[in-house]
């Protein structure tokens, strides 16, 4: 009896095996946790086709909007762990969020996979074209002078943009009065129109404003300067060497898909994001590119959030 199952399970075996080598076999859903139109969605739809050529199966856009990407990255933590459902991340869902959130119904890090970072986005300091702050020096000194009231805007409390400038004014010991909106574009409409002194902003976002002229770069955040503002100076060259902050995103699954899974979508991923084409149309939309291997991405977010835990507690910024 005994070598009689022995056998049985001998046969099932390269069954077994061949069920996650036929991985995917069916339409994989790319869940996106913020509105259509957004630089988030724009690099789902750059992603999508080559992937859904490399792996010959429909890759579906899905956006998911919702309480600053939670929604959506609640969908695919709740969803079968199989590779079938995965989510394009923001800095916000794997790291801000679960120290703005007082109630998360999930642990960004416990239950969500790393499969790859792909971006990595300069926040750009920015002023209006009308304004007289006309460089990086004179921005520090107006917003050091008390006869003044420096302001910045951001997308909404503890978003990039508002994190970023926090960070700027904690480095660079300068008094700045944070006015949130809803989104950056409502944002972007009174730095043009002279209501804010100024904003801390994606540059995916702002790239197009810069180039008509409506909006005056200042600085870039990263430590390098952006190739697609290569006379933009950065703020660690401006006289703060330590000072970094950007936002990034990157692709994860649920917790405990298998690995091979895993190693097959950075694989293709990879594949994506080294071809030269491909990476052309990335500096487009003012992201660098950034493709390794899951275990540096689960390093790098772990990495993230213990720098983001300290400087919101600090803030005391809470989100309902």
Do not use: C
Request: hydrophobic letters at 45%.
């Amino acid at each position: 009896m005994i070598k009689k199952f022995t056998w049985v399970a001998a046969l099932l075996l390269p069954l077994a095996a061949g069920a996650q080598d036929v991985w995917p076999a069916k339409a994989i859903t790319f869940v996106v946790p913020y509105p259509p139109g957004g630089p988030t969605d724009l690099m789902a739809r750059l992603i999508a086709t080559p992937l859904s050529q490399k792996l010959n199966v429909p890759v579906i856009v899905e956006n998911k909007a919702g309480a600053s990407g939670n929604i959506g990255t609640a969908q695919v933590v709740k969803a079968k762990a199989d590779g079938y459902t995965i989510l394009l991340a923001a800095s916000g869902n794997l790291t801000a969020n679960q120290y703005l959130y007082k109630k998360l119904d999930f642990d960004p890090i416990k239950d969500l996979a790393p499969v790859i970072q792909i971006s990595k986005f300069p926040l750009v300091l920015e002023v209006s074209e009308k304004s007289p702050i006309k460089s990086f020096q004179d921005y520090v000194k107006f917003a050091k002078n008390p006869d003044n009231r420096a302001t910045f805007g951001s997308a909404s409390n503890g978003s990039p943009q508002h994190l970023g400038a926090e960070l700027f004014k904690e480095t660079a010991k300068v008094d700045l009065s944070h006015v949130p909106y809803k989104g950056a574009g409502p944002a972007l409409i009174d730095l043009m129109g002279g209501q804010i002194t100024s904003m801390f902003d994606i540059l995916g976002s702002s790239i197009s404003h810069i180039k008509s002229g409506k909006l005056r770069p200042l600085a870039v955040t990263t430590k390098e300067r952006s190739p697609l503002l290569p006379n933009v100076p950065s703020i660690a060259e401006m006289g703060f060497p330590n000072f970094e902050y950007y936002a990034w995103h990157g692709i994860s699954t649920a917790a405990g898909t298998p690995k091979p899974v895993i190693a097959r979508l950075n694989t293709e991923l990879r594949g994506i994001f080294n071809d030269p084409a491909f990476k052309a149309k990335w500096l487009e939309i003012g992201s660098e590119p950034v493709a390794g291997t899951p275990e540096e991405f689960a390093a790098f977010i772990q990495s993230e959030a213990r720098k983001m835990g300290p400087l919101i507690k600090a803030l005391d910024v809470h989100l309902d």
